[in-house]
């Protein structure tokens, strides 16, 4: 009976009806400035730190003073639920920061470039006192190495994977799942030696007189290596996550198992196979060392992916960012953006998609 009463001692009654004492909006606001005030003064006064141990002491204090004036208020109970709620926005934020930092620092550096020589040049005959050039070429490349690769992920990942859920059983399936784990963490460097062991060193001489030819298609098949172990992994994860008695309502009408799979499966897990295929394209736009191993990089534009060294805009950026000229790191801000700009615009454009074909 004595914590019924300690929790009926923290309501009061009101003309409405009964109604919980709330700590005012204005007492935690004036928490928080004090806690902020009295921060600023410890270490800034004795100069022991910067504002960032400010901003933690000040946290600090702050979620002392609310325990205490919650308590005061609300009770015991009460108060411990927001320190807890304090501490989820706080974890919250921090994890936003570094988002909003990178944002705004790919807008405010990368956004001086923005202009029609960066998008419609390549940086050949370009010298190091020369202020134009551009990432045409760098963006082209990485259009056609990334639709290239995922047009032979895409289908191999969901098809491996509808394998895994629906039909894999015993070892083999065991096997298939441990080396598609063992591929996800597999470094990308090692994905382009792969590819430019077998492909360009062993495969393309035969297509090139004896003579071992870079392409951006190796490099498409490098980022395809790099792409296959994510999108199995999420697409399986997807397919697992369908209810049951969908399958067994289609099972029980008499409906083949691949109609199931190709007419009630697969589009209830549309939406988070897209969300797997975009992560996958978005590391592989993002990728540098397998274009630079099996694609040479080039500074002229080149349009066909099967023949001749071809950039990206990942390697465009690795490239600027080292080079000397003084024109050159506006080059790589504005390419870092145009290439999170692309991948923004192909995510958003899947997900409309997804959605629009979603079984309802």
Known sequence: MSLLQKELSDVVMTPSGLRSKRLPVAVNLVIAVAAIVVAAALVLGLSIGGWPLVAVVAGILYLVGLFVAATRVEGRRSARNKIMQALIYAACILAVLPLASV?????SKGAGRLDGNFFGSSMNNIGARDPLGGAYHAIIGTLEQ????????????????IYLVEYGRGRFALTVRFFVDVMTGIPSIVAGLFILAFWVLIVSPWFNNGTPRFSGFAASLALTVLMLPTIVRSTEEMLRLVPGPLREGAYALGVPQWKTILKIVLPTALPGIVTGVMLAVARAAGETAPVLLVAG????????????NQSSLALFVYQQAGDASRYAPDRAWTAALTLVALVLILTIAAKLLARRNRLS
Not at 103 to 107: M, N
Not at 297 to 308: C, E, H, K, R, S
Request: glycine share 16%; aromatic share 10%; proline share 6%.
């Open 297 to 308: 990089g080039a500074a002229a534009i080149n349009f066909d992916p099967f023949a001749g």
């Open 146 to 161: 990334v639709g290239l690769a995922t047009l032979m992920a895409v289908p191999l990942g969901v098809l491996g994977a």
């Open 103 to 107: 944002v705004w620092t790919l807008i």
